[in-house]
């Protein structure tokens, strides 16, 4: 089993920064690990992911502006998150998915807003 826990989500205004922490237990080798985000009234979407290879993908919405790193050492994956605009306010999850198993982190909230 794999358990993550998301940290690092409140308030930031447009233009600013932030870091989202995923702490990842359990079984983790081999875990692909990816960030979604839901807006209100909106379906889930891929916003980036990073295989066990630590081969990279961004949605084109948030290229340029998020990086996506791991720490091995810590068990933690995580997304930092700059130029930051209104249309990025979501509650955002980690996942990791290995040999067509799924987990889900509980999410955390990012609002930007002046």
């Known amino acids: 089993q794999v358990q993550l826990v998301e940290s690092g989500g409140g308030l930031v205004q447009p233009g600013g920064s932030l870091r989202l922490s995923c702490a990842i237990s359990?079984?983790?080798?081999?875990?692909?690990i990816g960030w979604f985000r839901q807006a209100p009234g909106k379906e889930r979407e891929g916003v980036s992911c990073?295989?066990?290879?630590?081969?990279?993908y961004y949605a084109d919405s948030v290229k340029g502006r998020f990086t996506i790193s791991r720490d091995n050492a810590r068990n933690t994956v995580y997304l930092d998150m700059s130029s930051v605009k209104p249309e990025d306010t979501a509650v955002y999850y980690c996942?990791?998915?290995?040999?067509?198993?799924?987990?889900w982190g509980q999410g955390t909230q990012v609002t930007v807003s002046p």
């Open positions: 990073i295989s066990s290879s630590d081969g990279t």
């Open positions: 359990g079984f983790t080798l081999g875990l692909h």
């Open positions: 996942h990791a998915t290995r040999q067509g198993n799924h987990f």
